[in-house]
């Protein structure tokens, strides 16, 4: 199994609060993804990153941060959390030396829940 | 832009039956990847099998198999001879860029 490891897995917030999830990863990949997965969206992605300092944004990004000063180390913020972004959070990495064909591995998940 | 279409959204059946997991993707480019994710109850995400555009093979692997059909753009999963284990949401997803999944099959296995 890829060594992944997400932090906290359970988080209950409450409304307007700052929230950051983490992202650990021993596997030494260049890209690392975070994605929210909700019922009858399958998974999304909201950002991710291809490298130290590098970051773009996914198909959900609105509302939401990351940073990576790490190599092993791809951190979500949610600066004002809402109740919309109630929501399962995965974090995934591949080894990203071609765009598009890599296999991503995920991450256990950390559940969110906005009161 | 892509997608994927998994029409099916849930399937139960009984241990033992075969069972064909759906996935019609929609892409324009000429060179992409397709996988399946197999999301147990306890909610981790399992890599089972990554295809690319250029390999219309089918594959086996034990008791799963996948048909892989440019022509009419789908990626279909079979299990034979389903276990209670099998019980899990399917994901299929293609990647150009980035990946996009579809929205899952939840497949139940009743002894």
């Known amino acids: 199994d890829a060594g992944i490891t997400q932090s906290p897995r359970h988080k209950v917030t409450e409304t307007g609060t700052p929230v950051t999830l983490r992202c650990h990863q021993t596997?030494?990949?260049?890209?690392m993804y975070w994605y929210r997965q909700d019922p009858g969206h399958g998974l999304r992605l909201i950002h991710y990153?291809?490298?130290?300092?590098?970051?773009d944004k996914g198909e959900v990004s609105d509302g939401y941060s990351v940073s990576r000063s790490k190599t092993e180390d791809f951190l979500l913020t949610l600066e004002s959390a809402t109740s919309s972004q109630t929501s399962v959070y995965f974090c995934a990495i591949s080894e990203g030396w071609i765009v598009g064909t890599d296999t991503q591995y995920f991450g256990p998940g950390t559940r969110l829940t906005v009161l | 832009a892509q997608k994927v279409t998994q029409a099916q959204t849930e399937i139960s059946v009984v241990e033992k039956e075969d069972v064909t997991l759906d996935c019609v993707y929609e892409?324009?480019?000429?060179?992409?990847?397709l996988f399946w994710y197999k999301q147990p109850p306890s909610g981790e995400l399992v890599f089972l099998i990554r295809r690319n555009s250029f390999d219309e093979q089918n594959e086996i692997s034990g008791r799963y198999s996948w048909n892989f059909q440019k022509s009419t753009s789908s990626f279909n999963f079979t299990i034979t001879a389903s276990q209670v284990v099998d019980s899990a949401v399917y994901f299929c997803a293609v990647n150009t860029d980035k990946l996009i999944f579809g929205t899952g099959t939840r497949l139940q296995v009743f002894p």
């Open positions: 990153s291809y490298g130290v300092k590098d970051t």
């Open positions: 596997e030494n990949h260049r890209y």
């Open positions: 892409t324009r480019d000429t060179t992409y990847y």
